[in-house]
Nanobody, 124 residues
Framework: VQLQASGGGLVQAGGSLRLSCAAS????????MGWFRQDPGKPREFVAA????????VYADSVKGRFTISRDNAKNTVDLQMNSLKPEDTAVYYC??????????????????WGQGTQVTVSS
């Protein structure tokens, strides 16, 4: 199983980035998907999650209204559109897959697979 995250980069505060995670080696539509982030020296933080069907999503309070998670089960991808970025959004962003669909609602306390991460840096 591979989860390949891409789309990170350097952006000014107030700008936007779109992250994408391409999945292979699993039946993508049977997995809830999520995005997490981690800054060095800090614990990993939940960002957003989406149900298998894509019909329901959950967000961390810190990103609600600015970030949007979506998925395309035909393309085996999950995206994270990030708008109005802030310096505190700076982190390595990881995508994750959970076979338990209900996990999306509980902010994915456990995941079966993790991607390698993509760096997002927001300058002030």
């Amino acid at each position: 199983v591979q989860l390949q995250a891409s789309g990170g980069g350097l952006v000014q505060a107030g700008g936007s980035l779109r992250l994408s995670c391409a999945a292979s080696g699993l039946t993508f539509s049977r997995y809830a998907m999520g995005w997490f982030r981690q800054d060095p020296g800090k614990p990993r933080e939940f960002v957003a999650a989406i149900k298998r069907s894509g019909s329901n999503t959950v967000y961390a309070d810190s990103v609600k209204g600015r970030f949007t998670i979506s998925r395309d089960n035909a393309k085996n991808t999950v995206d994270l559109q990030m708008n109005s970025l802030k310096p505190e959004d700076t982190a390595v962003y990881y995508c994750a897959a959970s076979y338990s669909d209900v996990n999306y609602y509980y902010r994915m306390p456990a995941a079966d697979y993790w991607g390698q991460g993509t760096q997002v840096t927001v300058s002030s």
